[in-house]
């Protein structure tokens, strides 16, 4: 630790700090624009000069490392001079616009201005004329004469989202910020440069001139679409949410939000929404009120379970809906004397402990931390935007990022080593990993193979960290084989003193299992209810067509039942449901989630329901009391979550990634499999109908890539499409070569429209020349 | 028409008979013995080149020098850094982390930027073998293994010449791994730029070398702890490097008394602008500027010598009375109130116009600023479209006062010295020559007459 005096006050810093973080200890405001937190320093603004005793000149507080006994004086003559004159460079070529520009009234240049600028200009010279760019659907940079260099969006593309997509080029006068041959930027994280753009520079484009930040209410939520729980900032007017920004929790989502976060608003208000309750009545859908609508599925229900038995009902929901929906939604299925519920719909392989909550395995804020970390089974960028920027900055620290998959999909991070392969041999490479660990220990491995370069590099690297993680993405979970890997992830993360976890699929993943939204009974899971179709159907927040471990095959199940209940707030299963009921998104309903490490973050509604939409928990209790179930008389939000999930206190105790299935290696490989990734924005109902989102490159582009091998064989060309069978369907669609996808695999997406027929996310597939 | 271009261009192409081989440098150093033809490896060896080398690796007969022994002969010379600032060369060496066992680099600037200044141009063209074996001499010292030659864009075909001569060097043994059969490894290579001024600053020089974008960054951490990718890093301009084998071989006191006190040995000064015969001029620190004004043929066409900018264009220009009474050496010059600098000395005789020589200046920091750090970035364009104002008779009454304050606001609040070498001249001018400004603002015309 270091003393310095700062204004007066004594103030310890640890050695090596720099002067602004010890201000910011000391609660003293330095003005600054370039320096941001989590970026590293630039020193280019010059806002932040300060007084420094004995140095002749005024230092920079953000790159001025603290020494024993410094003496510095951030509101000083000196000071003061310094930072008004660079006030008075920075605005001499900013537009005079605040007015009509969208960051008016929360522009740290605008605040700052009041503060150390001027009431009238001495600059009287022409002021300098920045162009525009296009740089995508998301960012507007309609205004860059308002740019004032401060490169923090540069280092964020470096430093965060892990690609430099804005860069500044140009002189002097004549630098700006732009794309890399105006192209777009593509980030997945690129909204955050939005925020942090301490101008009106970058603009949010859904946003724009929709209204003034001071008309704006802002209310806390959390994030439904990945198991990050990412705690949200949702701005709202006139009973519309008009922007989401991220709500600082160093803990959960640190300063930052992915894109699907920000921009998935815009689904909640399209023409997609469903308003009214609906029936289809002799294939035609009809309005009707929540009475009728409810009366019509109470009747239906009672009288499937009185001629079919209960087992004939089963729910389908999504892991995107609050605990309290899930919760109740269990009651009801239990309560009509079914035990089949479930939220794994994208799963193959159901087999988990009784009771054992499967869950991310450490903090959240440690993926930041880790020295080493094995990745398998996942599209990381993709999947989890936030755990990969974490991990990113773990990398740039020096951690070894190791992983195994089929894909060569860039995770825009150095990966110390990494095993391609097909999915079915997933649970090969990782015996092998076990195998090289159990030599280096001299124990015995779970089975005697001989491991591979890149398997021994795992090894080797993740015997030698402190702190180690093993991480299970989202299609090692959906993995025919998945508790297979988890069973060989164990045996190797006990031996290396790792922890193993799943880093889980969607907002409330944990959640689910914890309010028991997966059968415990003996009833059927997912995969069960798809292949011995229910008569009565309750899709809850989901689309099976787009959300299923097969597709085809949950067409044919719903198409199989005689009642298909459709709870969602947009019109979704329009074609398999029978009933749609309007039931309020995240933001329109209060509940919960819990994230990947267990934390339960509850939130309000920040608008009021549109339309006739109504909080799935209350429409779930009114059906409980239509059909005459006990336990459906719940007065708030807050009494069903007490029930649901008891005391936040109680959950770490049930979280457990243990399993008993024994460890094993993989099974034969079929001629040509399938590897699925869940398309970034068609991982849930909202997001499908975010308008931006979907215009993206992520957005629009939905093709099939294929290994070198294949892509010769079949005689491609760029631009070429391939017909694409599976399940009995067949669709065209554009081809493209992955150099890095593993031989005998084809990588097609899932959760869009364009694949919604094909069969089992890690099936065998064939694939032709279109 | 691309053959016509190449005719034209051969026609500028500098033979060095102008510069440098005019006879009339008083006890050189580095350009002596000079003909324009001998530069090669079996030249510089013939004047006694490589034989300083020989001499600290012990392979001439004598005992050799210890790396503390070769430093503290450079302390004694009283060698101050000939890039600009005039740093004590022995000092930044001592400041190595010799012992650090990580690599560590030694960089040459040669990316000559200062307008005005030619002295470095020229030792590469016509003696490179003593800027390589400066070098070397300097990584024995430092204990380092790696260096870089940064070489501006513009003379291209010097970058070629230095590449030539490193390939004499190292088939000859004095570059690579244990040069001369000793223990001392060394590999060098040359680099060049691409034409920005700002890369002769050092740490933007660094991220030149380094592939990125020439812009300064800022200190501390300085170059001999973080310099190239990150590691121990000293830098010296090319003269520096090339007065080294001369203190080797005759001793640092020797080199000290060419000088005068605190201002050791010869210094190679660019005389531009009017005097009848510009050129490069190797002089005793401490020769007087009369003197070497004398050298350069005095003022051209016999006229009056109105004002000198004494150290490349970021210093502050002296009027002819001042600057008669100075000796050409650091301390003199920055008694007089301006810099030695590069040694750029810029003559402007009666009929310059001050304020169009000012915007001159202003146009080429505006130009060449790298835009990173606000007070640069705007605030040169801010001089320069005053100036600009005031030349072309829209100036105004208050725009002086203006024009000193926006100087002075730049002024060390930027990341590197470019905001300071933009304010410079601006305030000299301002201080020297006031009474023009307010002419041109006043009557909206020149003092001085049109120029032919």
């Known amino acids: 630790m270091v003393e310095i005096e700062l204004d007066g006050k004594k103030v310890q810093v640890a050695a090596g700090s720099m002067v602004m973080h010890a201000a910011e200890q000391a609660g003293s405001y330095i003005p600054h624009f370039c320096y941001h937190k989590k970026l590293s320093i630039a020193a280019n603004c010059r806002m932040c000069l300060v007084e420094v005793e004995k140095a002749p000149k005024p230092m920079p507080a953000c790159a001025t490392p603290v020494t024993q006994g410094m003496i510095v004086r951030t509101k000083s003559d000196k000071a003061i001079k310094a930072q008004q004159s660079v006030m008075e460079f920075l605005l001499i070529n900013h537009p005079l616009d605040c007015p009509i520009c969208d960051q008016g009234g929360e522009c740290q240049l605008q605040d700052l201005a009041v503060g150390y600028g001027k009431s009238s200009s001495r600059y009287e010279e022409e002021k300098r004329v920045v162009f525009a760019k296009e740089v995508g659907p998301l960012i507007s940079m309609q205004e860059m004469s308002r740019c004032i260099q401060c490169t923090r969006c540069v280092r964020f593309g470096q430093e965060i989202a892990g690609r430099m997509e804005l860069g500044m080029v140009n002189r002097g006068e004549h630098s700006e910020i732009t794309t890399f041959l105006n192209g777009t930027v593509d980030s997945e994280l690129s909204g955050n440069m939005i925020d942090i753009c301490p101008v009106g520079a970058l603009t949010s484009k859904p946003f724009r001139y929709n209204a003034r930040t001071w008309e704006l209410s ?128 994208r799963h193959a392989d159901f087999r988990q402990e009784a009771g054992a909550v499967r869950w991310l395995g450490t903090p959240i804020a440690n993926l930041s931390k880790v020295d080493r970390a094995l990745v398998v089974g996942s599209f990381l960028r993709k999947d989890h935007p936030l755990f990969a920027q974490r991990l990113r900055q773990a990398a740039r620290h020096g951690a070894q990022i190791l992983r195994i998959g089929s894909a060569g999909d860039d995770w825009l991070m150095p990966i110390a080593a990494s095993v391609a392969t097909a999915p079915s041999l997933w649970a090969t490479a990782l015996i092998e990993v076990a195998a090289a660990v159990a030599t280096a220990k001299g124990v015995t491995a779970p089975l005697a193979v001989t491991p591979g370069a890149q398997a021994q590099a795992i090894a080797d690297a993740l015997l030698s960290g402190q702190n180690t993680a093993v991480l299970l993405g989202n299609a090692a979970a959906a993995h025919p084989q998945a508790a297979e890997l988890l069973a060989v992830a164990n045996w190797i993360a006990t031996q290396c003193g790792a922890s193993v976890g799943y880093f889980g699929e969607a907002g409330n993943s944990v959640g689910a299992q914890l309010v028991k939204a997966q059968p415990q009974q003996g009833g059927l899971d997912a995969g069960a209810m798809l292949a011995q179709p229910r008569k009565a159907v309750l899709l809850f927040n989901t689309e099976p067509l787009l959300d299923s471990a097969d597709a085809a095959q949950a067409a044919k199940a719903l198409a199989a039942a005689d009642l298909v209940v459709s709870f969602s707030p947009f019109s979704a299963n329009v074609e398999q449901a029978h009933v749609m009921l309007p039931i309020a998104p995240f933001t329109e309903t209060g509940g919960s989630f819990v994230n990947a490490e267990g934390r339960l973050q509850s939130f309000h509604g920040v608008v009021r329901p549109l339309g006739e939409t109504r909080p799935g928990w209350k429409v779930l209790r009114v059906l409980g009391n239509l059909l005459g179930l006990p336990g459906f008389a719940q007065e708030s939000v807050e009494e069903v979550r007490a029930q649901a999930i008891g005391s936040a206190d109680g959950i770490a105790a049930r979280l457990s990634n243990a399993t008993r299935v024994s460890p094993q290696g993989g099974v034969a490989q079929v001629e040509l499999q399938r590897v699925a990734d869940v398309a970034i924005y068609g991982s849930d109902s909202i997001v499908r109908r975010a308008p931006s989102l979907q215009q993206t490159a992520d957005g629009r582009a939905v093709q099939v890539a294929l290994p070198a091998s294949l892509w010769g064989r079949l005689g491609l060309a760029e631009g070429d499409s391939v017909n694409v069978t599976q399940g009995g369907e067949t669709v065209k669609l554009p081809a493209v070569l992955d150099a890095g996808l593993a031989e005998g695999t084809v990588r097609i997406p899932t959760g869009v429209a364009a694949t919604a027929k094909l069969g089992a996310l890690f099936g065998a597939v064939n694939v032709v020349r279109a | 028409m691309a053959r016509n271009i190449a005719v034209d261009l051969s026609a500028f192409q500098a033979t060095g008979l102008e510069t440098c081989f005019h006879d009339r440098h008083i006890n050189p150093q580095i350009y002596a013995g000079l003909n324009g033809r001998n530069w090669r490896l079996a030249d510089y060896e013939a004047r006694g080149g490589y034989q300083a080398l020989r001499k600290i690796l012990g392979k001439d007969g004598g005992e050799g020098m210890t790396p503390d022994q070769v430093i503290a002969e450079v302390k004694a010379s009283g060698l101050r850094g000939r890039g600009g600032a005039g740093f004590p060369t022995g000092l930044k060496w001592s400041f190595m982390p010799r012992a650090l066992p990580v690599q560590k680099y030694l960089v040459c600037n040669s990316d000559e930027g200062e307008p005005g200044t030619c002295k470095d141009r020229d030792i590469l063209r016509y003696n490179p073998h003593i800027v390589i074996e400066g070098m070397i001499i300097a990584a024995y010292a430092m204990g380092i293994s790696v260096g870089y030659n940064y070489i501006h864009g513009e003379i291209f075909e010097i970058y070629q010449r230095f590449e030539e001569a490193l390939e004499e060097a190292r088939a000859a043994g004095y570059l690579g791994n244990n040069i001369l059969g000793s223990s001392h490894s060394f590999q060098l290579h040359a680099h060049h730029g691409f034409g920005a001024y700002i890369c002769g600053e050092e740490t933007a020089l660094i991220e030149s070398i380094e592939g990125k974008k020439g812009q300064p960054r800022f200190k501390p951490p300085f170059p001999a702890s973080f310099g190239v990718y990150g590691k121990p890093t000293t830098i010296n301009n090319t003269e520096t490097f090339g007065a080294v084998p001369w203190i080797i071989r005759n001793g640092g006191p020797a080199y000290l008394e060419c000088g005068k006190p605190n201002n050791g040995g010869t210094k190679i000064f660019s005389m531009v602008g009017d005097v009848e015969r510009p050129g490069n001029y190797e002089i005793p620190m401490g020769t007087s500027f009369a003197q070497l004004l004398e050298l350069a043929g005095g003022v051209k066409g016999g006229k009056k010598l109105k004002a000198v900018i004494p150290g490349g264009s970021s210093s502050p220009v002296l009027p002819a009375h001042v600057i008669m009474d100075c000796t050409m050496d650091y301390d003199s010059i920055a008694k007089a109130g301006s810099m030695l600098g590069s040694g750029a000395v810029i003559v402007m005789d009666e009929t310059r116009c001050m304020v169009k020589s000012l915007l001159r200046l202003s146009y080429f920091y505006a130009h060449e600023s790298c835009g990173q750090c606000t007070p640069c970035r705007e605030g040169t364009g801010w001089l320069y479209k005053m100036v600009e104002r005031i030349e072309h008779g829209q100036g105004r009454a208050d725009d002086l006062a203006l024009l000193d304050n926006v100087a002075e606001n730049i002024m060390g609040r930027t990341i590197c010295a470019l905001g300071d070498a933009a304010a410079m001249p601006v305030r000299g001018m301002l201080k020297h020559f006031r009474d023009e400004f307010v002419h041109h603002i006043e009557h909206k015309t020149c003092m001085v007459p049109a120029y032919i």
């Open chain 1, 218 to 345: 802002r209310r806390k939520s959390v994030s439904p679409h990945d198991s990050t729980g990412a705690n949200l900032i949702v701005q709202v007017k006139n009973h519309q949410v008009l922007r989401v920004v991220p709500l600082e929790n160093d803990d959960v989502n640190e300063c930052w939000i992915a894109d699907r976060d920000r921009f998935s608003y815009e689904a909640l208000n399209s023409d997609a929404r469903l308003t009214t309750p609906m029936l289809k009545q002799g294939g035609q859908w009809k309005a009707v009120d929540w009475n009728t609508a409810l009366d019509y599925v109470a009747k239906a229900l009672k009288g499937i379970v009185g001629q079919q038995g209960p087992a004939a009902v089963g729910a389908l929901a999504s892991a995107t809906s609050t605990n309290e929906e899930l919760f109740l939604l269990g009651e009801l299925v239990r309560g009509l004397g079914s035990d089949n519920i479930d939220h794994r719909l």
